[in-house]
């Protein structure tokens, strides 16, 4: 299994900056696609950010241009820089991977979620 820890939320002005990171760990894994999610109370979880296995980046069309996902295979890192916060941006973050192991298996695993809040 692969255990996923998110950190880097918090409490940020309107058009502040958070970056929200990703560490992965277990045995003998390769991570495949990464992805940023969030999550409102009361609302459906909702993609934000994704890198795929072969590099190919697709964002939410409402964070286009103010956020950036980028991942560090070597360190089983992967990042959601937020610029430009605005308070419709507020959520729980969660971060999700695909992964695989030498076996072979493959899974998916999540984060815990880190809360981000934006203030007007």
């Known amino acids: 299994q692969v255990q996923l820890v998110e950190s880097g939320g918090g409490l940020v002005q309107s058009g502040g900056s958070l970056r929200l990171s990703c560490v992965a760990s277990?045995?003998?894994?390769?991570?495949?696609?990464v992805s940023w999610y969030r999550q409102v109370p009361g609302q459906s979880r909702e993609q934000v950010a994704e890198?795929?296995?072969?590099?190919?980046?697709t964002y939410l069309h409402s964070v286009k241009g103010r956020f950036t996902i980028s991942r560090d295979d070597a360190k089983k890192m992967f990042y959601l820089q937020m610029n430009n916060l605005r308070p419709e941006d507020a959520a729980v973050y969660f971060c999700?991977?695909?992964?695989?192991?030498?076996?072979?298996?493959?899974?998916?695993?999540w984060g815990q979620g880190t809360q981000v809040t934006v203030s007007s």
């Open positions: 999700m991977a695909d992964w695989m192991n030498p076996v072979p298996e493959v899974g998916r695993s």
């Open positions: 277990g045995s003998s894994f390769r991570l495949n696609g």
């Open positions: 890198i795929t296995g072969g590099g190919l980046i």
